[in-house]
């Protein structure tokens, strides 16, 4: 039995007391796990307070540092001045080969998302596809109902492909509650908000490879007869320079 004893005691829950009703205005009482966090942080600000006092009073005024010249104030707001590194032709050609790879890769989950939504890739240039109903006459064609024809749906009728009959959708209506409707309607929405966003990434990507072409290029390819490549358009967000190279005779 005293051994039960002891367990009982070592499995005693130790509550703290709540803030007294007279005390209420006051907040909550303060327990031990928030003291700690709060003297931690005070602490921590202390030190901190401490060592910024002693490099203050250690501080050399005659001290030069190199970070002096190569930072500077414009319109209030710090820069750095950082001079442009030269680049050899085989960085030029690994940061492409990157690029390239992760481009390829985000077309590929493009892809793998299209197929799931459903999306068709149609062409400005390609015809949309149509439907067309043949009947009798003209008088009949006018009160001819479509959705009643081919057994669907109003809301269906621009749909080319996936379009369900109403017998499918009473089925589908008595097995499907709001509530798995509301749910699936969400991951569709994030499905296309993911698929926007890999396709704004991968059009960065391709800008981003076909600077990195012409950069390499022109580290590559020295100059013609004394003459250099010709700028033609400067590059942008959304495009690549355009340079013009002297015409070089084959022999």
């Given at each position: ?38 003297a ?47 680049l ?8 492409l ?9 985000e ?61 499918q ?7 499907v ?34 600077k ?40």
């Open positions: 039995m005293a051994s039960l004893k002891n367990a009982m005691k070592t499995q005693r829950v130790h509550r703290e007391r709540h803030q007294p009703l007279a005390r209420q205005h006051l907040g909550a009482l303060e327990k031990k796990k928030d003291y700690r966090i709060r931690k942080d005070q602490n921590a600000k202390r030190e901190a307070i401490t060592t910024l006092r002693k490099r203050a009073l250690n501080k050399n005024p005659d001290e030069f540092k190199y970070h002096m010249i190569n930072s500077e104030l414009k319109d209030g707001i710090h820069f750095e001045k950082v001079e442009n590194e030269e050899a032709v085989g960085d030029v050609a690994q940061d080969t990157y690029v390239t790879h992760r481009m390829s890769v077309r590929k989950k493009i892809e793998k998302l299209k197929a799931q939504l459903h999306i068709l890739d149609v062409g400005d240039d390609e015809p949309k596809n149509t439907h067309t109903l043949f009947v009798d006459d003209e008088k009949e064609a006018r009160k001819t109902n479509p959705a009643k024809l081919l057994d669907t749906h109003p809301a269906l009728l621009g749909r080319s492909f996936n379009r369900l009959r109403s017998s959708l009473s089925l589908l209506n008595n097995l509650d709001p509530s798995s409707l509301k749910t699936l309607s969400n991951s569709k929405k994030k499905a296309y908000k993911e698929l926007a966003h890999r396709i704004e990434r991968e059009n960065k990507l391709r800008i981003m490879q076909a990195l072409e012409v950069r390499k290029k022109l580290m590559k390819n020295k100059a013609i007869n004394g003459e250099k490549p010709k700028l033609i358009q400067a590059g942008t967000n959304v495009m690549a320079p355009v340079y013009k190279w002297p015409q070089q005779r084959k022999k």
